[in-house]
């Protein structure tokens, strides 16, 4: 399985964005993912923005972004989305998608639950 994300680019504070993770897997395999989200700034460690369940019942954010991003799930087109509102400067960071096979209703939160993780891409936020 490989992630494939994009949609990252320079935006100024208060300003959106929409990141899109593309999987090469197949539809039934994608809809047994749980699907998250990452992020590492620099000189920072890398870590978690977002996740969504493999039945999309249950998603779960970073207190830092809660309220203004939210990520969704098209297991159709084997997608992954993560819309960011409301940018700000300490948004910075390169952007990761990352899955794993799981149950229903787990939503991981850490690193290594993690099996497959896209490339990355750059989200700079100016002030």
């Known amino acids: 399985v490989q992630l494939q994300a994009s949609g990252g680019g320079l935006v100024q504070a208060g300003g959106s964005l929409r990141l899109s993770c593309a999987a090469s897997?197949?539809?039934?395999?994608?809809?047994?993912?749980?699907l998250g989200w990452f992020r590492q700034a620099p000189g920072k460690e890398r870590e978690f923005v977002a996740v969504i369940s493999r039945s999309s019942g249950g998603t779960y954010y970073a207190d830092s972004v809660k309220g203004r991003f939210t990520i969704s799930r098209d297991n159709d087109k084997k997608m992954v989305y993560l819309q960011m509102n409301s940018l700000k400067p300490e948004d910075t960071a390169v952007y990761y998608c990352?899955?794993?096979?799981?149950?229903?209703?787990?939503?991981?939160?850490?690193?290594?639950?993690?099996?497959?993780w896209g490339q990355g891409t750059l989200v700079t936020v100016s002030s």
């Open positions: 897997a197949r539809t039934y395999t994608f809809s047994r993912f749980a």
């Open positions: 990352a899955a794993v096979d799981t149950i229903m209703t787990f939503t991981p939160v850490t690193e290594h639950d993690y099996k497959y």
